[in-house]
């Protein structure tokens, strides 16, 4: 009896060059060393010695060679330091938008289509009889055409009004979305890695609208114990500081960026781990690390309402277990109308992409 053997199949080294191997792992450690070039590269050298990822043929160096050569990596000579190129920031960007959109189980395209038809921006697959008033470059012609061939006949072939068929078009929902992401010291705490996966994700959705959603605005915001706008290219250098948590300030700088933006859709993504503690009054910060602080709570609430008096959802995504914050967010959310997931870290990207995407397609122009 004929049989088959089967080896064992490796995708993520099928086909691939040694640097293409190593240049992935380098991608990698690039997000947990917020772009230090030299430390990733001295990680990478112990995961050479423990797993023996090059060879007498292509060693560690040779790769350093062709990161330069290639452009990925540069020398800063005032410095004195290696530091990686734009292509390797957008590099970053589309391996994280792989890596989350892998784990996604896509059940429909999710398109940012709006359910009003008409004369909008992208064609749908329905088509229905032309009426008066209807633009010429709506007119499908295929349909058309055996729509006459059915009701005339090939030999005596004419087109008249009824056979006419207009193809239906959707609007594009166009939304500004400001994603804001806590880097308060608690985001490293007790031996987890939190921020690693925010990044991930900023730079994940970043690139999907990018690439998909040309249309649409994404702004990001850090809060500690203040709140400031970073641009994308900025998300791989990203770190945590000695910060308190002042969510108040990131939610005004975010309602101040949505107020400037002329899409009539706007949305507020939240990811954080932990309780506000911290407000600034004039000079001074207000701080409070024990317990829930009542003067820091209803400022954040009366924000949440504010919100939703603008129309503005807030989709709070919380890193975080503890029962009373649990409670806090869902009265927090409870105000602003909006939405709260208890995403674990593992699964923080499929959660916003999920939400991102069909809150997108349930949008009216």
């Given at each position: 009896?004929?049989?088959?053997h ?9 086909g691939k060059?040694k640097?293409?191997q ?9 997000t ?5 070039v030299?430390e ?7 995961l050479d010695k423990?797993?023996?990822l090059?060879?007498?043929?292509y060693?560690?160096g040779?790769?350093?060679?062709d990161?330069k ?5 540069t ?7 290696i ?6 920031e957008q590099g970053?960007?589309?391996q ?18 709006s359910?009003k ?16 008033g209807?633009?010429?470059e709506?007119?499908d012609f295929?349909?058309s ?20 068929a207009i193809?239906?078009t ?6 500004s ?5 806590d880097i308060?010291h608690s ?31 994404l ?9 400031w706008?970073i ?5 791989p ?5 000695p ?8 939610l005004?700088l ?10 009539p ?6 990811i954080?781990?932990?309780?506000p503690?911290?407000?600034k009054?004039g000079k ?16 954040c609430?009366?924000?949440a ?10 989709t709070?995504?919380?890193?975080a ?7 806090f967010?869902?009265e927090f ?7 709260a997931?208890?995403?674990s870290l593992?699964k923080?990207?499929?959660?916003i992409?999920?939400d ?7 949008t009216?122009?």
């Amino acid at each position: 009896m004929r049989g088959f053997h089967f080896s064992k199949y490796n995708p993520d080294t099928e086909g691939k060059t040694k640097f293409d191997q190593l240049l992935n792992l380098f991608m990698q450690l690039l997000t947990y060393t917020s772009g230090d070039v030299g430390e990733t590269l001295q990680w990478l050298n112990e995961l050479d010695k423990q797993y023996k990822l090059t060879d007498d043929e292509y060693g560690m160096g040779d790769f350093i060679d062709d990161l330069k050569e290639k452009g990925y990596i540069t020398d800063d000579n005032q410095r004195g330091e290696i530091k990686i190129t734009p292509k390797t920031e957008q590099g970053i960007r589309k391996q994280s938008l792989e890596e989350v959109f892998g784990k996604l189980k896509k059940n429909k395209q999710g398109d940012h289509k709006s359910f009003k038809p008409g004369q909008g921006d992208e064609s749908n697959s329905d088509t229905r009889q032309f009426q008066f008033g209807d633009m010429l470059e709506q007119i499908d012609f295929t349909e058309s055409i055996r729509n006459a061939q059915i009701n005339h006949g090939v030999e005596s072939f004419r087109m008249q009004e009824d056979d006419l068929a207009i193809r239906e078009t959707d609007y594009k929902a166009q939304t500004s979305t400001v994603l804001m992401i806590d880097i308060s010291h608690s985001m490293i705490l007790y031996g987890e890695d939190r921020i690693t996966p925010a990044k991930k994700v900023a730079m994940a959705l970043s690139e999907l609208i990018k690439t998909k959603y040309p249309k649409d605005t994404l702004d990001i915001v850090v809060f500690g114990n203040d709140a400031w706008p970073i641009e994308v290219k900025d998300l791989p250098y990203l770190q945590v500081g000695p910060y308190h948590t002042n969510t108040v300030a990131g939610l005004e700088l975010a309602m101040d960026i949505l107020r400037r933006r002329k899409n009539p859709n706007k949305q507020i993504f939240m990811i954080t781990d932990g309780k506000p503690t911290c407000l600034k009054i004039g000079k001074r910060y207000y701080k409070n690390s024990f317990g829930l602080d009542r003067k820091v709570i209803n400022r954040c609430m009366n924000l949440a309402a504010q919100c939703k008096k603008l129309k503005i959802p807030i989709t709070t995504f919380m890193i975080a277990t503890d029962p009373y914050l649990q409670q806090f967010v869902k009265e927090f959310t409870d105000m602003n109308h909006g939405k709260a997931f208890f995403a674990s870290l593992d699964k923080l990207g499929a959660f916003i992409f999920k939400d991102f995407e069909s809150g997108k397609s349930k949008t009216v122009f």
